[in-house]
């Protein structure tokens, strides 16, 4: 009984890690966007239909998408001072207030003279590209380097002239998402917008707005400082930060572990005990995060024959915003021994091992970690 209740907890840190691509039964393990739609997904940025089904091909209204982009960029708790009046939409509209904080970060132009929004219309391609683009800092382009980055896209002549200088650019940064066909690639920009183009759209504008967003959402989007183990080796690039592999961290086990008692295959959970900062004080991962793995290696010590032997593999990270990655590290549990005890053991074995919660363990790191600054979420 106790071996299954190990493969079952096994098997769920696996599941809990790898998540699925078939979060949808509609959206398949090659379709083109599954990679976005998922990530989206669990981080609640798109969510799918009471039937459980996402309906890539389904088009979204200029609310949902202005909703939708507003958490992408973390941005749901900022308020707005002086709200853009609308005739077609009330303060008490479920949209009212993402839209604001869309007009307030520049992410959309207000220029309809009719003082309309038209939340439930579909947003169009050309709109959805154009306001991903607008979440960043770009480089300045004429229309012609803007035609010259179109040109290998068979409808760029026919495009709306308000959509020329964004699609350009979105191009240049690969942002100009478009879907697979067999008509060859085509910007479509009046068309309304699939769900799984948004995802697309969105993933690539996260992407893009972690290392050079627009000067509004720049003065928010702020590395978090704190203090901590400082990781000598981690690197900072725009809001990113990596802890390389190979580097040795401290954890904390929840539970005492022993040579004599506990085998291989054993779960264990850690936590975190103090923020891991760079050099700089960027919180790279907050304390208190929940950490999970297997006892990799354990062998009782026994007198004449062995020392003991207690090896930790950990897979997980559950961080502070219930995001569960992937935290490949592992550590061994030693005793501290002066050079008299170190002679002793190896020549008379039988030492035995224990962890309690109070004591640390070194692990090591067997993979980068990268996470977002701004906000803790590790980049996989």
């Not at 209204?61 to 909703?67: C, D, L």
């Not at 803007?146 to 709306?160: F, H, T």
């Not at 400082?225 to 961290?249: D, K, M, N, R, Y």
Request: one cysteine or more.
């Amino acid at each position: 009984m106790k071996n299954i209740l190990k493969l079952m907890l096994s098997v769920c840190a696996v599941v809990a890690f790898a998540g699925s691509v078939f979060a949808f039964p509609d959206v398949a393990e090659d379709h083109w966007a599954a990679k976005q739609i998922q990530e989206l997904h669990e981080r609640g940025i798109v969510v799918g239909y009471p039937d459980g089904t996402f309906q890539p091909d389904d088009n979204v209204t200029r609310a949902e998408y202005a909703s939708m982009v507003i958490k992408a960029l973390g941005q749901q708790d900022i308020s707005v001072a002086q709200p853009v009046a609308f005739t077609d939409i009330t303060e008490d509209f479920w949209a009212y207030d993402v839209i604001q904080k869309a007009l307030y970060f520049d992410l959309l132009t207000y220029e309809d003279a009719t003082g309309t929004f038209r939340p439930d219309d579909s947003v169009s391609r050309a709109e959805s590209i154009t306001m991903a683009v607008n979440a960043l800092t770009t480089q300045e382009i004429s229309e012609e380097k803007a035609l010259e980055a179109l040109k290998s896209y068979k409808d760029a002549a026919y495009i709306p002239q308000s959509f020329l200088i964004p699609a350009g650019k979105a191009s240049i940064i690969n942002l100009l998402v478009t879907a697979p066909t067999a008509d060859g690639k085509m910007i479509e920009a009046t068309r309304p917008a699939t769900r799984a183009e948004i995802s697309a759209i969105i993933y690539r504008m996260i992407e893009e707005a972690r290392l050079n967003p627009n000067a509004k959402l720049a003065e928010v989007m702020r590395k978090k400082t704190g203090e901590g183990f400082v990781i000598q080796g981690a690197t900072v690039q725009g809001s990113i930060g990596t802890i390389p592999a190979g580097t040795i961290l401290p954890i904390r086990l929840t539970k005492a572990i022993s040579s004599q008692i506990n085998e291989s295959g054993d779960i264990f959970n850690a936590v975190v005990p103090e923020h891991y900062v760079t050099n700089e004080g960027y919180i790279l991962v907050y304390k208190g995060s929940n950490l999970r793995g297997q006892l990799l290696d354990v062998r009782k010590g026994k007198w004449f024959v062995r020392n003991g032997v207690l090896v930790l593999d950990n897979t997980l990270i559950v961080t502070p915003n219930d995001q569960v990655a992937k935290f490949h590290a592992e550590g061994e549990i030693t005793k501290d021994r002066n050079w008299f005890m170190k002679i002793v053991r190896a020549l008379l074995k039988g030492e035995k091992l224990e962890n309690l919660p109070e004591n640390l363990v070194d692990v090591k790191l067997l993979k980068p970690i990268k996470v977002d600054l701004t906000n803790g979420w590790i980049i996989e």
